[in-house]
């Protein structure tokens, strides 16, 4: 594709070029030959080995921002940025994994393609009231195209995977969106963690101490943990976006032209529309402070660590929630298909020295947990069942970490009576497949529809304490009769 002296390629919103070979614009200066590419326009090229040889114009809108809110950038043109910065933003960082790593100041010398940086917003207005504004920057120079490895390092990954310096701040390099998905199942990438971790700015910064890491929504295989403010990312990484992977070994980061999207090349992100049998867990001081889990069950995963499944905490906030798989304490734990009998200890950790008073609530759920499937959290210290599908959950933690005490469970050990709201079995309607699961043999299984009428009947040959079969009835809502080979009745409200 070539753009000749005087012409203006213009890359509408949620538009894109796509080209298999080079893109070249003609001439210099005022009336040369340029692509305009809006906010959330894709310019795409495919091959690696062409040069760069494209003029484009891309202007950059954020999201709204406060004062003292940190954006995550990168650089989608060879050209150094540093100069054109917006003035709303005063202060500038970039981060040193590794040994002896941290944040340092930034300056143009720190700007490449591929690496991330941040910049803060000053006390400004608009950005000083209310709810803020957005910043624009624009982005003019040569596109970059092609490979771009970027090395990374680590510092104990092995013993303290969350160790902020086993952190690799990146950044997207092209004009156009990158799937998330693709840069991680990418070989070269073995050695990342299979998670991305992008700032919000969530949790509006007081003016002191230190700014809280659940800002930061963790995208997996698993799906996306939701800060306070709902953003939620989609495994698309945008162009000029900066964002946080964790690294497991030293080596590079490799970006690779056929990792170039289309589509979603926007600073908000979007609530995913995968529906799987998974929920999110908040944990909130009901001021300020709030931290979020994922759990889910799907075909691929397993119990065992996953790299593309499972993620780990960014770092220590104020507070936090997390499940526990062995030592690892994570905010994403993706776990094989649902079982009823399936339990997922939690951890709390929390700065606060006094006691404080804390809730756990149920804040999102897809899947089989949508229809109903209780949620328990299991209170140890105090031995009770808490249906956190009816209620949120307050207790007072007196400790600053407490890995013992709640674990989440789908069987309530504590009921004695039989009703719709469970005892010890779980039956479900999914993919046109009844399924139901004990802790006890299932003998029989009836099932009737809302009057009564016997639909279907099924011994359980297979003598075990797990039953599915095809369910091919109409629309509605069932009642399933579990008889136990321990003599035990049970009935469960089930929808198809």
């Keep these: 594709m070539t753009v000749n002296n005087g012409v203006t390629v213009t890359i509408g919103p949620d538009d894109y070029i796509e080209v298999l070979n080079s893109v070249t614009t003609l001439g210099t200066g005022i009336g040369r030959g340029k692509i305009v590419i809006a906010s959330s326009g894709n310019l795409v090229q495919r091959c690696d080995e062409k040069p760069e040889l494209a003029y484009i114009e891309h202007l950059k809108t954020t999201g709204l921002k406060r004062k003292w809110d940190y954006e995550y950038w990168g650089t989608p043109i060879d050209e150094n940025m540093f100069s054109t910065k917006p003035s709303p933003f005063d202060l500038g960082y970039w981060r040193q994994s590794g040994p002896g790593g941290g944040w340092r100041t930034l300056?143009?010398?720190?700007?490449s393609v591929g690496k991330g940086f941040i910049l803060r917003v000053s006390n400004l207005p608009p950005w000083n009231v209310g709810a803020g504004g957005t910043t624009s920057w624009q982005i003019n120079g040569t596109a970059n195209n092609g490979i771009v490895t970027v090395p990374?390092?680590?510092?104990?990954?092995?013993?303290?995977?969350?160790?902020?310096?086993?952190?690799?701040?990146?950044?997207?390099?092209?004009?156009?969106?990158?799937?998330?998905?693709?840069?991680?199942?990418?070989?070269?990438?073995?050695?990342?963690?299979?998670?991305?971790?992008?700032?919000?700015?969530?949790?509006?910064?007081?003016?002191?101490?230190?700014?809280?890491?659940?800002?930061?929504?963790?995208?997996?295989?698993?799906g996306s943990t939701?800060?306070?403010?709902?953003?939620?990312?989609?495994?698309?990484?945008?162009?000029?976006?900066?964002?946080?992977?964790?690294?497991?070994?030293?080596?590079?980061?490799?970006?690779?032209?056929?990792?170039?999207?289309?589509?979603?090349?926007?600073?908000?992100?979007?609530?995913?529309?995968?529906?799987?049998?998974r929920y999110w867990i908040n944990i909130t001081d009901g001021v300020r402070l709030n931290s979020q889990i994922l759990i889910g069950y799907l075909?691929?995963?397993?119990?065992?660590?996953?790299?593309?499944?499972?993620?780990?905490?960014?770092?220590?906030?104020?507070?936090?929630?997390?499940?526990l798989l062995g030592k690892e304490k994570l905010s994403i734990n993706g776990r094989v298909p649902f079982d009823s009998s399936d339990e997922v200890p939690l951890?709390?950790?929390?700065?606060?020295?006094?006691?404080?008073?804390?809730?756990?609530?149920?804040?999102?759920?897809?899947?089989?947990?949508?229809?109903?499937?209780?949620?328990?959290?299991?209170?140890?210290?105090?031995?009770?069942?808490?249906?956190?599908?009816?209620?949120?959950?307050?207790?007072?933690?007196?400790?600053?970490?407490?890995?013992?005490?709640?674990?989440?469970?789908?069987?309530?050990?504590?009921?004695?009576?039989?009703?719709?709201?469970?005892?010890?079995?779980?039956?479900?309607?999914?993919?046109?497949?009844?399924?139901?699961?004990?802790?006890?043999?299932?003998?029989?299984?009836?099932?009737?529809?809302?009057?009564?009428?016997t639909v279907a009947a099924f011994n359980n040959n297979a003598t075990s304490n797990k039953f599915i079969s095809d369910f091919n009835y109409s629309n509605g809502i069932y009642i399933a009769k579990i008889v136990l080979e321990n003599g035990k009745v049970i009935s469960q409200k089930i929808m198809n």
């Excluded at 300056?107 to 700007?111: A, I, N």
């Excluded at 660590?305 to 104020?318: I, K, L, Q």
């Excluded at 039989?418 to 299984?445: C, G, H, P, Q």
Aim: aromatic share 12%; with cysteine; hydrophobic share 30%.
């Design 347 to 453: 951890g709390i950790k929390q700065v606060a020295t006094t006691p404080q008073v804390l809730t756990i609530t149920l804040s999102n759920k897809e899947g089989i947990f949508n229809d109903g499937t209780p949620i328990y959290l299991y209170d140890k210290f105090l031995n009770t069942y808490h249906n956190l599908q009816e209620s949120s959950y307050t207790f007072t933690a007196s400790t600053l970490e407490d890995n013992e005490r709640f674990k989440l469970v789908y069987i309530n050990q504590s009921l004695k009576s039989n009703d719709f709201e469970n005892t010890n079995a779980i039956a479900y309607i999914k993919n046109r497949k009844l399924t139901i699961s004990s802790n006890s043999t299932i003998s029989k299984v009836t099932i009737f529809d809302i009057s009564g009428r």
């Design 226 to 277: 939701t800060p306070a403010n709902g953003l939620t990312p989609d495994g698309k990484i945008p162009s000029g976006q900066g964002f946080f992977v964790r690294v497991m070994t030293n080596g590079t980061a490799v970006f690779k032209n056929y990792m170039r999207a289309t589509d979603k090349n926007t600073m908000f992100y979007r609530k995913s529309k995968d529906v799987v049998d």
């Design 152 to 222: 990374v390092s680590q510092e104990d990954y092995a013993t303290n995977p969350t160790n902020y310096n086993n952190g690799a701040l990146l950044a997207n390099p092209y004009p156009c969106s990158v799937d998330g998905y693709k840069f991680l199942t990418d070989p070269s990438n073995s050695n990342l963690e299979g998670s991305l971790f992008f700032w919000t700015s969530a949790t509006q910064y007081p003016g002191t101490g230190a700014y809280q890491d659940p800002d930061y929504a963790v995208w997996n295989l698993t």
């Design 299 to 323: 075909e691929d995963a397993t119990n065992d660590y996953d790299r593309m499944f499972d993620a780990h905490r960014m770092g220590e906030t104020s507070i936090e929630l997390y499940s």
């Design 107 to 111: 300056t143009s010398g720190d700007m």
